[in-house]
């Protein structure tokens, strides 16, 4: 929020438009015929998250306009006046959208990146211990976290030319959906690969983060925040640490733990009662 200069004050606001937008883009299942993409979420809901993503562009839009007119010491700003080689500026309704994506993707996913990693680690007593026993581990253990339990799932692209991907043929022009576990487990690259291995020497080969030309602006901030945020959660709440963590909801949204009662006594953020257990979690 420092980077884009939005005031602090609005941090709900922000959850729940970061939340709208990843409800409507997580990718939804094919028809029993492959023909027609269904989703789990109700007309309502589906109506309530867009008015979310409105109210986010009337906000976002007010500002963009403001920063028009006064630019100060931020990114938005910056955007708004940058010129390519040929003058070229960026439109102020992409600034807009922007400024919306870095709110989503600087919101939920380090927050689900952290919630995961304590997870993980609650599940693996052998793993806690080893990082008890030597803090240094923690970057290793957060590329480890990337790899076994990444926030971000799915990528999309849409191929250029015509393809073969292991004797599959994918004609140019076609979306493409790829899931990143897949490579993250790959027992090529990471023998053992479902273990959770904070010692692991390559962890950090993932592609939790993306990799090449799209590769994820905000990794040197999620390297620096997820150590922190594990290290404060694991210290703020050893109930973390210990099996209790079995027992409590994750929420698909955001992952976060949701044991009421330890979150009312560790001041955990919590959500609606509504929230469905993840399956498998770790
Ligand atoms: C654990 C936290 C995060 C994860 C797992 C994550 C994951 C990713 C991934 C996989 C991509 C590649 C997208 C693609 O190739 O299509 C990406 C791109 C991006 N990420 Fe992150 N990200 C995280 C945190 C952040 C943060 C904190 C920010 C900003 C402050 C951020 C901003 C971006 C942006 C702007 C892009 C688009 C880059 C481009 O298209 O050139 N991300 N992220």
């Not at 959500?271 to 770790?282: E, F, H, I, K, T």
């Amino acid at each position: 929020m420092k980077m884009l200069n939005l005031p602090t004050g609005h941090a709900a606001q922000y959850r729940r438009w970061a939340e709208a937008l990843f409800a409507l883009l997580t990718p939804k299942p094919l028809d029993a015929d492959d023909q027609v993409v269904t989703t789990t979420l109700s007309t309502q809901e589906i109506r309530s998250r867009w008015n979310d993503l409105a109210e986010a562009n009337a906000f976002l839009r007010n500002i963009v306009e403001e920063r028009q007119a006064n630019p100060t010491n931020d990114l938005i700003s910056a955007m708004l006046q940058a010129r390519d080689n040929d003058g070229h500026r960026i439109e102020p309704g992409a600034v807009v959208r922007h400024a919306l994506s870095l709110i989503a993707a600087g919101f939920d996913t380090t927050a689900t990146l952290i919630a995961h990693v304590v997870l993980l680690l609650s599940r693996n007593p052998d793993q806690l211990a080893a990082l008890e026993a030597d803090f240094s581990l923690t970057g290793n253990a957060i590329e480890e976290g990337l790899r076994r339990r990444g926030s971000t799932t799915t990528l999309f692209r849409i191929t250029t030319e015509d393809v073969v991907v292991r004797d599959q043929p994918i004609a140019r022009g076609s979306m493409i959906c790829l899931l990143l576990p897949g490579a993250n487990l790959d027992a090529e690259v990471f023998p053992d690969p479902d273990k959770f291995d904070i010692r692991r020497a390559n962890a950090n080969r993932h592609l939790g983060l993306g990799r090449g030309r799209h590769a994820c602006v905000g990794q040197p901030l999620v390297r620096i925040e997820a150590p922190i945020g594990c290290a404060s959660s694991m210290s703020a709440c050893p109930a973390c640490a210990s099996t209790s963590v079995n027992r409590w909801n994750m929420c698909r949204a955001s992952a976060y733990p949701t044991s009421r009662a330890s979150a009312r006594k560790w001041e955990l953020p919590v959500q609606a009662a509504s929230a469905r257990p993840l399956d498998n979690a770790g």
